[in-house]
């Protein structure tokens, strides 16, 4: 009847037509009639809507549970009420508070529905934003509560709350806070002034930022990075306060150690100037003191060689010849590391003259073909006809015969191309100097290590070609020297190329010189983009003391937490100086130094230790009473020799030594001792030997090609038959605490050459011998 009414009534349908989303559907739920704001939400016109049913608006966001509840409703002929998301003909969603009214026949048959609503899509928009907001307001809290040591303060400074965090630090427990000022806690540390402004600021409706000193129940005090919070009631007055607070006890704890560390990194910087005018001293003495004997041993080496040929004394002549070589060897090594140690003191100095290319290169070419044709190496050479160098000719020289002499080292029965041509490199006029080779070629890893003092490709490396691994160092350190540039590029197993650029007048670098670590330190930035500092440290409050400690000084500072980000850093930044910790995870101070010194890039750049660790030496794993390295001296082997042999014909000693040299002079010794001696190259024919006849005692070098000592031992624990020959180790190498591990249990002693005594090794050979006949005996 109301729609009866409403109809014969124009101004309340329009009304209604006006303000409320109308619709009309039969008994089978089709729509009969939509109004214009039904078409507008929809967005469907009223000819696609009538004879349809209200799936077509369904958004799927109700589930099933929902829709049959109103068909219940209604089915009952009661009026059903409720909130409904429709999905629009464009995809959009919509909201409608929706009222639908049956309609029924005398009979209670429903004739049709009328569903009246509103839009309240805006409002269920805003109650979504409205119940993020208050999720995100609580996991705020929460994160706070988690985090931080928060406290809550009404106007007159009485505590109304403090979290979990607050109790714990304090060792108060909630109710003893509660209804308590912060007197509670004061540790009487800072002064009433103190207080006071911090007071009058908070009063005033200004946050206050400070650091406290506070005591526990307990009497233990902490520091605390504090913050309050003032929170103003609507007369601008503050109504209560909150306080968020952290713990920077181990920081202020780290300010007091980092002041003692200053104060020692600057007598340590007074130490090292010390240091180094006193290495100066002492390389000027090492050249003297060093050459000199050298060279009369090669001298006098020479000439009784010579007298001795003339005697017809040939066996002391080739003798005496093997001594002039090992002479002139060992010199050539000490020469080596005394240019290296100039270099790096900032001593070595260029003597510049003007030289022709051809005659350089022939010089070089003289020296080096009898090396090459030792080797079966074939050398090609395409050079420019004429032109020449403002260089340090003598260096230079070096330089080139060091570079063919590598090439020729790891090339057998090959080819080396060597070439000269001109080149300008950034606008400047120079020469190429290019030396290709055929030979076993380097990894990229193998090539990380290169122009490093002391360091081959790999160990195998030095252990087959030998050498100290400082050619390649010196080689580059000169060439920089001059002025030029070094490269090298490497195929494994398909040979290698350097290339050397020098310019046509060479120019004496002042810069090159190693600085001292603790001089950099004092340098000023002259670039405001130049780093000064890079910190390698995982600690975040060692950055932050640093920039504090750094504040007035004008330098710059870059950090890194850890070592990998530590090594980009420094390539990237080139930094003066390199701040260092040793304690970090994943990768320590250690690791990491040895990075930056095996990089080329990096190695100069100057690196203070930054820790409160110590390196100390590895205890001996072994148990061995001694250690004995080259060259051997007779007594000492004597004594060792007679400890384990008795009855010296009845008893053979197998030496397992590669140089010819060492293995010839013991030989002769032990045979003229009256020993029986069987001499072995390598471990891998010590083992064949061993095979057909089973010494009394094994003489051992480690450091061999083909098969090395530690692969040789390897060998031995595997034949039970050979467990009870006892191993004596002669080596020139430095043994590490994992080599040692690796040798536990089956070598009886360890000598090193450059102390070895022959009797001292003649009585230990004595007494592993009775030791072993006292095991059979038993058996």
């Not at 250690?627 to 014909?649: A, C, F, G, H």
């Amino acid at each position: 009847m109301m729609l009866v009414e409403l109809k014969n009534s124009p101004k309340a349908m329009e009304a209604l037509e006006a303000s409320m989303i109308v619709s009309i559907t039969d008994g089978e739920g089709r729509f009969t009639y939509v109004n214009d704001r039904f078409c507008e939400a929809s967005k469907y016109e009223r000819s696609e809507l009538i004879g349809s049913n209200h799936t077509i608006i369904n958004s799927g966001f109700h589930p099933i549970e929902h829709f049959q509840d109103i068909r219940e409703t209604i089915g009952q002929g009661q009026v059903w009420k409720g909130e409904m998301k429709n999905r629009a003909k464009d995809g959009s969603e919509y909201w409608v508070n929706l009222t639908i009214i049956p309609f029924v026949n005398d009979k209670g048959e429903i004739l049709q529905h009328v569903a009246i609503g509103t839009d309240i899509t805006n409002r269920k928009q805003s109650e979504t934003v409205l119940n993020q907001t208050i999720e995100n307001l609580r996991d705020i809290e929460n994160a706070l509560d988690e985090s931080s040591i928060v406290a809550i303060t009404d106007d007159k400074g009485v505590i109304t709350y403090v979290n979990e965090k607050f109790c714990e630090i304090s060792k108060y427990n909630r109710d003893e806070l509660i209804g308590k000022t912060h007197r509670l806690i004061n540790s009487g540390y800072h002064p009433k002034t103190f207080f006071k402004e911090m007071w009058e600021t908070i009063k005033g409706g200004s946050v206050w930022r400070g650091e406290v000193k506070n005591r526990a129940k307990d009497g233990s005090e902490y520091w605390m990075n504090t913050t309050i919070v003032p929170f103003l009631g609507s007369d601008g007055a503050p109504r209560q306060f909150i306080s968020i607070r952290s713990d920077i006890t181990d920081r202020v704890k780290a300010e007091a150690e980092l002041a003692e560390r200053t104060e020692q990194l600057a007598k340590a910087r007074d130490e090292a100037i010390q240091a180094s005018l006193i290495k100066s001293q002492f390389l000027a003495n090492m050249s003297h003191e060093l050459r000199t004997p050298l060279n009369a041993i090669i001298g006098y080496s020479e000439m009784l060689q010579e007298e001795a040929e003339e005697l017809g004394e040939s066996i002391f002549a080739e003798d005496l010849g093997k001594i002039r070589k090992a002479g002139s060897h060992l010199l050539a090594l000490i020469n080596d590391i005394l240019d290296i140690s100039k270099i790096e003191a900032g001593k070595m100095e260029l003597s510049l003259e003007t030289c022709s290319l051809q005659d350089l290169i022939h010089d070089v070419l003289t020296t080096i073909r009898p090396l090459l044709e030792g080797n079966g190496n074939e050398i090609r050479t395409q050079c420019i006809e004429e032109g020449e160098l403002n260089i340090d000719v003598t260096k230079m020289r070096q330089i080139l015969i060091n570079l063919l002499s590598n090439a020729n080292k790891f090339t057998k029965d090959g080819l080396i191309q060597f070439d000269a041509y001109m080149e300008s490199r950034s606008n400047v006029n120079g020469y190429v100097f290019r030396v290709r080779d055929t030979g076993i070629g380097m990894t990229p890893e193998q090539i990380a290590k290169l122009f490093q003092p002391f360091t081959q490709a790999d160990a195998s490396t030095t252990r087959k070609y030998g050498g100290t691994g400082l050619g390649l160092a010196i080689s580059q350190r000169f060439i920089h020297l001059m002025g030029g540039e070094i490269g090298v590029e490497s195929e494994f197993g398909k040979g290698t190329i350097f290339s050397c650029w020098l310019p046509v007048a060479a120019e004496e670098s002042s810069n090159y010189a190693l600085p001292i670590a603790f001089d950099a330190i004092e340098l000023e930035v002259e670039d405001a983009e130049e780093v000064s500092i890079l910190l390698i440290d995982d600690e975040v409050f060692n950055r932050e003391l640093m920039k504090r400690y750094l504040a007035r000084t004008g330098w710059t500072l870059a950090y890194a937490d850890n070592g990998p980000e530590g090594l980009k850093l420094a390539k990237k930044l080139r930094p003066k100086v390199i701040c260092l910790d040793i304690l970090m995870p994943s990768m320590d101070g250690w690791s990491v130094l040895a990075s930056l010194k095996n990089d080329p890039e990096l190695m100069d750049i100057p690196v203070v230790i930054w820790s409160m660790t110590s390196d100390r030496q590895l205890g001996y794993t072994l148990g061995v009473s001694e250690y004995l390295t080259k060259p051997v001296e007779r007594e000492q082997l004597i004594r060792v020799m007679e400890k384990y042999i008795t009855e010296r014909d009845d008893h053979q000693i197998l030496v397992i030594e590669d140089d010819a040299a060492t293995t010839d002079i013991m030989t002769k010794f032990l045979r003229k001792e009256g020993y029986s001696v069987i001499q072995s190259r390598n471990g891998r024919h010590a083992l064949e030997q061993m095979s057909k006849s089973l010494p009394s005692i094994i003489l051992l070098d480690l450091m061999m090609p083909e098969m090395d000592g530690f692969q040789f031992i390897a060998e031995l624990r595997n034949r039970e038959e050979w467990h009870n020959v006892p191993v004596v180790v002669i080596t020139a190498k430095t043994i590490t605490a994992e080599e040692r591990q690796i040798l536990d249990g089956f070598v009886k002693n360890i000598m090193l050459k450059s102390s070895l005594d022959y009797s001292y090794l003649i009585a230990e050979i004595r007494k592993f011998i009775e030791f072993a006949k006292g095991m059979q005996e038993e058996d």
